[in-house]
């Protein structure tokens, strides 16, 4: 390993792992919120939009300057086309989530959640399941193949990679077990309301 310090292009490409890591790993897919808050929606919001947002495109303007400096072309390899795709993923979901939570439509599934929702879910764990593959390939072939791998990236760094993306992983994993009970819980409350509702009903 070179004992020379980091060029500003490496200083530049470990700022954007950086940023990106905790952008898509770190910042977008805890979601406690919705178990623990009544009123989840401005929480997620606020962290994905406000908090992570900024992070995303910050990840995204420095991995583009980077290459500007690499003096490689743009969307050439698997790395940059994967964190383009990441970024309008990203955007998407937004979208998405803004038009869950302002547009109600009629229909509904059988469970009673409309389609977008489902939508919204799975999209999300697209994009966490894509940015564990991006974060893993930046750090196994990106690194060595941008900067000729004069300073190799420490395995200290792989393992604490490794630790994060089994952590976020397994609490999913964990959260899909306890879907069944929160699909009980909706049933029950939308029983109530229209137990309520007809109650309220005038005979006259």
Not at 71 to 92: R, S, W
Request: aromatic fraction near 16%; charged fraction near 10%; proline fraction near 6%.
């Amino acid at each position: 390993m070179s004992t020379l310090p980091l060029s500003p292009f490496e200083s530049k490409a470990r700022i954007h792992a950086h940023v990106a890591f905790f952008a898509y790993l770190v910042g977008l897919p805890p979601r406690n919120t919705h178990r623990s808050i009544s009123s989840w929606f401005w929480p997620h919001a606020i962290v994905n939009f406000l908090v992570t947002g900024p992070l995303i495109f910050t990840a995204f303007a420095l991995g583009y300057q980077t290459t500007n400096m690499s003096g490689t072309p743009h969307f050439n390899d698997p790395h940059q086309k994967a964190g383009l795709a990441l970024l309008v993923m990203y955007l998407i979901q937004v979208f998405l989530g803004s038009f869950i939570h302002w547009v109600k439509l009629p229909f509904r599934f059988p469970g009673g959640r409309h389609p977008q929702n489902y939508l919204h879910v799975i999209l999300g764990l697209a994009i966490v399941g894509l940015a564990s593959w991006q974060t893993h390939y930046g750090l196994w072939t990106e690194w060595s193949f941008i900067t000729g791998n004069v300073h190799p990236v420490n395995w200290r760094c792989k393992h604490f990679w490794l630790g994060i993306v089994i952590v976020i992983w397994s609490l999913y994993a964990i959260g899909l077990a306890f879907l069944p009970r929160q699909f009980r819980q909706e049933a029950a409350n939308r029983r109530a309301k229209d137990e309520g509702h007809k109650d309220n009903v005038a005979l006259i």
